[in-house]
Structure formats: C-alpha cells, structure tokens
Nanobody, 123 residues
Framework: VQLQASGGGLVQAGDSLRLSCAASGRTPNSYVMGWFRQTPGKEREFVAA????????YYADSVKGRFTIARDNAKNTVYLQMISLKPEDTAVYYC?????????????????WGQGTLVTVSS
C-alpha cells in the first residue's frame, strides 16, 4: 500500500485546513486508516483513526471537536478536516494504514506510512 498525504500549509490560528491521503496498492479500502503528527524532538502522536467502513472513528483528546476524519473508499482517500486550528497543532502530519481490523492509537500497529505534510499554524 502506498500513501500520499497532501493539503498542508501555513495558516493562522482559527483557520481551517483539510488534509488528504490518497492510497493505492493492495486493497487499501479494507485497512484501518489513521493520522498522526510529529514535531521535532517528540514522538509521533496519534491524532485520529477510522475503521474500514468509516463507521468507527477515534480522536485524540487534544483535537476532539475540532478535527474530523472521514474516508471515501470509492476514491481510496482519507481526509482530516481541521477547524479552529491552534499554534500547538503545528506539526508534520502523517497518514498511516493498518491491515488489521482493530482501530489502534498506537503508531507501531500501522504497517504503511505516507511521507508527511507540514501544517504550520501562526498565532
């Protein structure tokens, strides 16, 4: 499975941004998909995850109510809609795919990773 993340950029606090992750390869629609983020010197942090059907979603407490994860299996694409962005949301955002059926918040459970897209939120 190959993952291509896009949509990052420089925005101001309070703005919105939508990240996309295009998947290709072996049956990506059956995979759990997740978004993680990382800043220099810190471990990769869980942001959101979604089950293969889109019926189950999970969020980190820090983004709950502001971020929404969704998937369009017809387009093999996962989205992360971000609103009310804060400077502390600044990070490189990575999409990831997990071939198991169980949604996980642990980065080590994910088998495939995209290249990351930088989100910078200015105050």
């Amino acid at each position: 499975v190959q993952l291509q993340a896009s949509g990052g950029g420089l925005v101001q606090a309070g703005d919105s941004l939508r990240l996309s992750c295009a998947a290709s390869g072996r049956t990506p629609n059956s995979y759990v998909m997740g978004w993680f983020r990382q800043t220099p010197g810190k471990e990769r942090e869980f942001v959101a995850a979604i089950g293969w059907s889109g019926g189950s979603t999970y969020y980190a407490d820090s983004v709950k109510g502001r971020f929404t994860i969704a998937r369009d299996n017809a387009k093999n694409t996962v989205y992360l809609q971000m609103i009310s962005l804060k400077p502390e949301d600044t990070a490189v955002y990575y999409c990831a795919a997990d071939s198991s059926a169980v949604v996980s918040k642990r980065a080590g459970r994910y088998d495939y990773w995209g290249q990351g897209t930088l989100v910078t939120v200015s105050s």
